[in-house]
């Protein structure tokens, strides 16, 4: 009995050295790709160029040259373990070598990472030329440091996660412990469910149900705002669900000039009282005052969390167009990816998301300014935005600046043709600081809601998770990741304007982005000490000023009355490409008192855009179009470029007769870029002229400007046996009419707009010989 206890002792000791060597062996096995343990470092080379993650969170990980070093002391052990030398050498002259950098190296890695994480061929060839290192050696270093700090990220949040779902179940035990044990008010001890009124339980029951709702936004206030449940105040004692947004610790200053939405005059931005109002809206137009605003938290919040993803993202979810005209929505990775927070697309919608970033001459805090008041907003945007308004001001923000803004709102989307109906939108716009030098804006529309609560459907667009994050640059600049995401009715569009929509070029996110940074040049082309390449003017820096917000005024004047925005408008005649509108000018800002016709239409010429902006900027070929150069050539006597690009200026031109002899001056506005050209033009009295360009307040010069809008066409133009890149022009004419009441207007005023109309596409076909 002894011999064989001992044999089962040494068999069982036997067994369990055997199992042992095989998990040794097993754990110094080489690592293969086959391996589940290799899903553990996902090759992620996609993460976005957004910077967000690791400033935004503070996130702190060990660099990958670790990671190589330990590498190499688990391969030396491997060599090691082995029984067969032969399979041991075989192995070793099969291993890959790793690299282990020198600290320099890595100090430069880790610097140029922070500026550029995604370097492409040449930048990565020029840095290991500078480092003595290869490119796929830094290519690969560069791969792996964005997967670290993507699993350190991934990490953390759910550590995050995993706490907050702790509380919430130790929460929910202690809410359904204590409505099993109910306690009477009166005399503190338990209460008899029968002896409570049936109204009394309605309370309590609809109490935790409110309780269970504040939880939630907790939660979302502590994710987005970094706020917890017992930092904000006065919650549980209130009626309603109320967010009071203190005061942080953020300081600084910024330039409230170009913050004014390049408004050049002097206004300063007002201070706003802080916190975020309680109770229902009151003050919308056909809106349900009853709606709690609570709920309209909850979907900024929810926006910004898809922007903020959206814009890290790359593919599947991005297609980068093959133009270099930013990348494209993929809306099937959309799907699968997001929740739609505002319900399922109408089925007689399309879809529209574009995404672009680009470097722009403005701090990230100034255009949050610009973005959450809607005055300044249009003035930056006048080709993008009609009429727009603020319905409600649900949170000021916190500490004076826009951190935490919330507010209703609602827009006319426009595309400079008569062919395209301007978008109407209401929606939510919610701005956020996400670290010091980083912020986020976004729109979300609300039309779904309030349609649902008035049963109707009064919107021929939706606006999903839309907006922009910009991230502040060392050298005054700053870095905005624009997203364009919109739902429409297709249907209303011509087609001859489809395809632009669909390719993003008419209102796009790149569009959006390349308007914007002509803005900010113009400004800087005006305010600067310096004049810009190509100024030949003498004029004081307060002339250049007025001269360009009468520009502005113009500008916005002409884009309004091509999209019928802004005014009230009333038909005349509408064909396929012809619209012919009237109002009444009441003198407001200079605007001249009497009934204004506006007359615009829309053609397609055989021609690039770029050579038919050079005939309709050509004083010489003037003659053909303009009935104002009948008289004689057309001469340059003022030239402000806006930007390094000479065509987008701002000039002044006269007939070419004596000096004294001409009362009128034109005034005209150039705006150019990838996607298309804007001119306008308008007379101006010589007096008015002259007391403009002294620094005189220009608001009540009357303007009606004329001008013409030139885009790229996307289709093969009909009746052509091969593909013509042409152009669609589009033709906008604002005339005073000599009747001083709109009844009193006949056909005549209307055969002679139409002719005026003819005659002017007639002229611009005779002088590109067009036929």
């Not at 203190?246 to 600084?252: K, L």
């Not at 470097?359 to 959450?372: G, R």
């Not at 062919?419 to 986020?440: G, L, N, S, Y």
């Amino acid at each position: 009995m002894a011999a064989n206890g001992l044999r089962s002792s040494n068999n069982t000791t036997g067994s369990i050295s055997s199992s042992v060597q095989m998990v040794n062996s097993a754990f110094s096995q080489p690592m293969t790709s086959s391996s589940p343990n290799s899903l553990a470092r996902p090759k992620m080379e996609n993460l976005g160029d957004m910077s967000l993650t690791r400033q935004s969170y503070g996130v702190a990980g060990s660099t990958r040259d670790d990671e190589l070093e330990n590498r190499s002391e688990n391969d030396n052990l491997e060599a090691a373990s082995g029984d067969d030398p032969n399979t041991s050498e075989n192995r070793s002259s099969k291993r890959k070598k790793y690299h282990k950098h020198s600290a320099i190296q890595i100090h430069e890695l880790e610097t140029y990472f922070k500026e550029n994480p995604h370097p492409n061929e040449n930048q990565r060839s020029e840095l290991g030329e500078r480092l003595g290192l290869e490119i796929r050696q830094i290519k690969f270093w560069f791969q792996n440091r964005r997967t670290q700090m993507k699993t350190q990220l991934e990490r953390h949040e759910n550590l995050v996660l995993k706490e907050e779902n702790d509380k919430l179940r130790v929460e929910n035990v202690s809410v359904k412990e204590a409505m099993k044990s109910p306690v009477c008010n009166n005399c503190g001890g338990p209460a008899i469910l029968g002896e409570v009124p049936i109204e009394q339980h309605h309370l309590l029951i609809e109490n935790a149900r409110l309780k269970d709702e504040l939880n939630r936004l907790g939660l979302l206030a502590k994710k987005f705002m970094g706020k917890t449940i017992n930092s904000i105040p006065s919650i549980v004692g209130n009626s309603c669900l109320d967010l009071v947004v203190e005061r942080n610790d953020f300081s600084g200053s910024f330039d409230h000039a170009l913050s004014s939405g390049l408004d050049f005059g002097n206004r300063v931005s007002n201070g706003f009282p802080v916190g975020l109002s309680s109770g229902p809206i009151t003050s919308l137009t056909n809106v349900d005052a009853s709606y709690d605003k609570s709920l309209l938290l909850e979907l900024a919040l929810a926006a910004m969390d898809e922007l903020i993803k959206l814009a890290q993202l790359d593919s599947p979810l991005w297609f980068r167009n093959l133009d270099g005209s930013g990348e494209s929505l993929n809306f099937e990775e959309y799907t699968k990816t997001f929740s739609l927070c505002i319900g399922l697309k109408p089925c007689h919608f399309v879809s529209d998301g574009t995404r672009y970033t680009g470097v722009v001459m403005l701090k990230s805090v100034m255009l949050m300014e610009t973005m959450m008041k809607v005055d300044r907003w249009t003035k930056i945007f006048p080709w993008n935005i009609g009429k727009a308004s603020t319905l409600n001001v649900i949170s000021n923000g916190m500490g004076g600046i826009k951190n935490g803004a919330l507010q209703l709102m609602q827009a006319e989307f426009q595309v400079l043709s008569p062919m395209v109906p301007v978008r109407q939108a209401k929606f939510i716009r919610f701005c956020k600081q996400h670290a010091e030098d980083t912020w986020a804006v976004v729109d979300v529309s609300v039309d779904t809601i309030f349609d649902g609560l008035r049963g109707t459907t009064s919107t021929n667009c939706r606006r999903l998770p839309s907006g922009c994050i910009v991230q502040d640059m060392s050298n005054g600049y700053s870095k905005v990741t624009w997203i364009e995401h919109m739902e429409y009715d297709e249907n209303v569009v011509h087609q001859i304007y489809r395809p632009l929509l669909r390719s993003g070029m008419a209102s796009g996110a790149k569009k959006w982005v390349a308007n914007l940074q002509k803005q900010c040049e113009l400004y800087y082309a005006i305010v600067s000490s310096i004049p810009p390449v190509g100024d030949n003017s003498e004029i004081p820096p307060s002339g250049k000023k007025s001269l360009a917000k009468l520009a502005q005024q113009m500008t916005r004047s002409f884009s309004t009355g091509v999209c019928a925005t802004l005014h009230k408008w009333e038909v005349l005649q509408i064909t396929d490409d012809t619209r012919i509108l009237m109002r009444k000018g009441n003198g407001s800002f200079g605007e001249p008192i009497g009934v204004i016709l506006n007359a615009t239409t829309t053609v397609w010429m055989p021609i690039s855009p770029h050579r038919l902006l050079a005939f309709l900027q050509n004083e010489k070929a003037r003659s053909y179009w303009d009935v104002l150069s009948q008289d004689g050539p057309m001469k340059q006597i003022l030239h402000i470029p806006k930007s390094h690009d000479l065509d987008n200026s701002i000039s002044l031109l006269c007939a070419n007769v004596p000096i004294g002899h001409s009362n009128m001056l034109i005034l005209q506005d150039t705006y150019t870029d990838a996607f298309g050209s804007v001119i306008i033009h308008a007379a101006i009295a010589t007096g008015k002229m002259n007391e403009v360009l002294n620094g005189e307040d220009s608001t009540n010069v009357g303007v009606l400007p004329s001008g013409f809008v030139i885009m790229p066409d996307c289709f093969p133009h009909p009746g052509t046996e091969s593909r013509v890149h042409g152009s669609l022009l589009t033709i906008g004419f604002q005339i005073l009419a000599n009747s001083q009441t709109i009844a009193m207007l006949g056909t005549e005023s209307v055969d002679t707009v139409r002719s005026l109309i003819t005659r002017t596409v007639r002229g611009i076909k005779s002088g590109l010989l067009l036929g």
